[in-house]
Nanobody
């Protein structure tokens, strides 16, 4: 089973930048899409950005032009570069990976989450 470990969260002023990293480890057969979700207090978890194994990325409208997702397939790592941060970006950010096991079955795997706080 794939384990995901996130890093890079923290406190930043509005307009600042942060870079999140998420490394997958364990017995990895294959990983399809990897992505980032976030959950603010009292709100549902929402998609921030996702990237396929081929490098195609999609973003939530709220972060387009400010956030960039990338991945290193050799290292099984996904990154989220967050620029021009706003207070409304404050949330716990979760890494997600679609793990493929022998036989072609897919499983959603989640990291433990990392807090991002943007002060005004």
């Amino acid at each position: 089973q794939v384990q995901l470990v996130e890093s890079g969260g923290g406190l930043v002023q509005a307009g600042g930048s942060l870079r999140l990293s998420c490394a997958a480890s364990g017995s990895i057969f294959a990983i399809n899409a990897m992505g980032w979700y976030r959950q603010a207090p009292g709100q549902q978890r929402e998609l921030v950005a996702v990237i396929t194994s081929g490098g195609t990325a999609n973003y939530a409208d709220s972060v387009k032009g400010r956030f960039t997702i990338s991945r290193d397939n050799a290292e099984n790592t996904v990154y989220l570069q967050m620029n021009s941060l706003k207070p409304e970006d404050t949330a716990v950010y979760y890494c997600n990976a679609v793990e493929v096991v022998a036989g072609g079955y897919e499983y959603d795997r989640w990291g433990q989450g990392t807090q991002v706080t943007v002060s005004s």
